[in-house]
Nanobody, 123 residues
């Protein structure tokens, strides 16, 4: 099993920045990629970004390209999501996820979920 714990959410004004962190523990050797999803009220959960544990290849949703950056620290088993130029439509619960498959970030498959962290962007 893999446990994922997110942190770093909060309230920010439009145009501001936040950095989310996700620490993985347990059988982390089984993880090939990690990613972020989000779910706004009344909407389905959607993919935001993903990164491969080895090599660091990335993939992003079109809605966040150029504003969000995903990175990882292998030594700390932690993945980050730097969110800049935030918009009210970025308001959502952000979930960390881990993928044990070798498909890579562009074919991310969720095997484990974190519990989520709230991000609220005020206009």
């Amino acid at each position: 099993q893999v446990q994922l714990v997110e942190s770093g959410g909060g309230l920010v004004q439009a145009g501001g920045s936040l950095r989310l962190s996700c620490a993985a523990s347990g059988r982390t050797f089984s993880i090939y990629s990690m990613g972020w999803f989000r779910q706004a009220p009344g909407k389905e959960r959607e993919f935001v970004a993903a990164i491969s544990w080895i090599g660091g290849s990335t993939d992003y949703a079109d809605s966040v390209k150029g504003r969000f950056t995903i990175s990882r620290d292998n030594a700390k088993n932690t993945v980050y999501l730097q969110m800049n130029s935030l918009k009210p439509e970025d308001t959502a619960v952000y979930y960390c996820a881990a993928d044990r498959s070798v498909g890579g970030p562009s074919r991310f498959r969720v095997d484990y979920w974190g519990q989520g962290t709230q991000v609220t962007v005020s206009s």
